[in-house]
């Protein structure tokens, strides 16, 4: 029994881990990812032999519907002149179908979203030898979320909006926060559903729901707030299985 779980929940959230948050589209399952947001290599003295600790071979894997997977790694593992490499490949014998190597961080994770768009929308993989990430272009900007090992992405359409900030002469931003914006879940059958309600309505508020064991109706755990980092907080709680 962990204490962490059963601590008295704060009445506001604070991030937990430093893990990178990440824009991953629907039907991916995360197979583990330790790739935290202090991991960008031009940002780490060469002479900072423990932090190229972290810069490891297995960073990330996820897979679609165990068909495709996603790797990451960096290669050499802990060596300040290495790079990453980003892999798209077959899941069940790992055959490599599309790869991205850079020392960018920023390119990494612009990948990540682009190449999980492209294959969930059967657009990847591809023979067309002229192909270029820089072809793919989600319609949608979605918000970087911590993930954790062992939540699959049902639905995303949670996007960077934030509803504080949108401007009075501009009400079409509305109908990106709709009632059914993300929703997460676990090989344990619990589930995470985040909805703006009311759907659309610039009076509405984030409302976070926790489901457990599969009981699809009677939420163990509901959180209400008008603040998006509030909410963004509060996924990674959920998906700690803190709240």
Known sequence: MSFLKYQRI????????NRQPLKIHAGWRIQFTSLSNDMDPRQVSPDDEDAWLDFMQDLMYIHYDETFGLDLGWYPEGDPNGAFELQLVTHKDFKKLFSIETRSLNE???????????????????????????????????????FYQGWTVRHNTFTETDPIKIPPDRPEMWTSLTGDLLRLENDDHDEIRLGWEPGCDPNGRFVLRVFKDGDKEHPTRTIETRKKDEIVDWIEWAELDRL
């Open 10 to 17: 704060p009445s506001k959230p604070y991030p937990i881990f």
């Open 108 to 146: 990494v994770l612009d990948g990540i979203e682009k190449i999980t768009w492209g294959v969930s929308q059967g657009i990847l993989p591809t023979r067309d030898r002229e192909f270029s990430i820089e072809l793919l272009v989600p319609p949608i900007r979605l918000q970087p979320i911590k």
